[in-house]
T-cell receptor
Framework: GEDVEQSLFLSVREGDSSVINCTYT??????LYWYKQEPGAGLQLLTY?????DMKQDQRLTVLLNKKDKHLSLRIADTQTGDSAIYFC???????????FGTGTRLLVSP | DTAVSQTPKYLVTQMGNDKSIKCEQN?????MYWYKQDSKKFLKIMFS???????INETVPNRFSPKSPDKAHLNLHINSLELGDSAVYFC????????????FGSGTRLTVV
């Protein structure tokens, strides 16, 4: 089935690292994604990872994938107040041309 | 140079009315989507079109009718609006199978009163 879970809230201080976690259920998913949504805005693709990889780094962002446990995480290094937003993970089930989104994690970064 | 543009950005209307939301993409993508985001920020796909052909219709009431006049446009028409239709509707597009992700519009906030 399709079910992508995330914790609802995360609060960190500026300069700390943030880790946002996600669990998914569809083991056929070939690609997994992280999107950012700022207030009143659309979704911005941050990064994606292919299912045969276990890590991807892109500047301050590090994605870790544990395919056995169906667990995905996004680490943001040196978190800034501008990183405050809702972060969605998403899976793309094999054979389906759609993204299934998680419940979203609201990240609050305080100065 | 907006990649995926939706109009209008805000729409307030009474129950029972019929309304349309328009979407256009200038990325040359061949697949377009409509997603609905509810008040708890949960996002769910409604429709997907590839080269003007419907490929996904995710148990959406038939009051919702998408129309794709060409592969750069995907409009959403809603008949007999209900209070529960209040949400933010996002249009998105992707190239081919969308493996490298989708590009989203900025959303249309629909409020039914």
């Amino acid at each position: 089935g399709e079910d992508v879970e995330q914790s609802l809230f995360l609060s960190v201080r500026e300069g700390d690292s943030s880790v946002i976690n996600c669990t998914y259920t569809d083991s056929s998913s070939t690609y997994l994604y992280w999107y950012k949504q700022e207030p009143g805005a659309g979704l911005q693709l941050l990064t994606y990872i292919f299912s045969n990889m276990d890590m991807k780094q892109d500047q301050r962002l590090t994605v870790l994938l544990n395919k056995k446990d169906k667990h995905l995480s996004l680490r943001i290094a040196d978190t800034q107040t501008g990183d405050s937003a809702i972060y969605f993970c998403a899976e793309r089930p094999a054979g389906f041309q759609k993204l299934v989104f998680g419940t979203g994690t609201r990240l609050l970064v305080s100065p | 140079d907006t990649a995926v543009s939706q109009t209008p950005k805000y729409l307030v209307t009474q129950m029972g009315n019929d309304k349309s939301i328009k979407c256009e993409q200038n990325l040359g993508h061949d697949t377009m989507y409509w997603y609905k985001q509810d008040s708890k920020k949960f996002l769910k796909i409604m429709f997907s079109y590839n080269n003007k052909e419907l490929i996904i219709n995710e148990t959406v009431p038939n009051r919702f009718s998408p129309k794709s006049p060409d592969k750069a446009h995907l409009n959403l028409h809603i008949n007999s609006l209900e209070l529960g239709d209040s949400a933010v509707y996002f249009c998105a597009s992707s190239q081919d199978t969308g493996a490298k992700g989708y590009t989203f519009g900025s959303g249309t906030r629909l409020t039914v009163v």
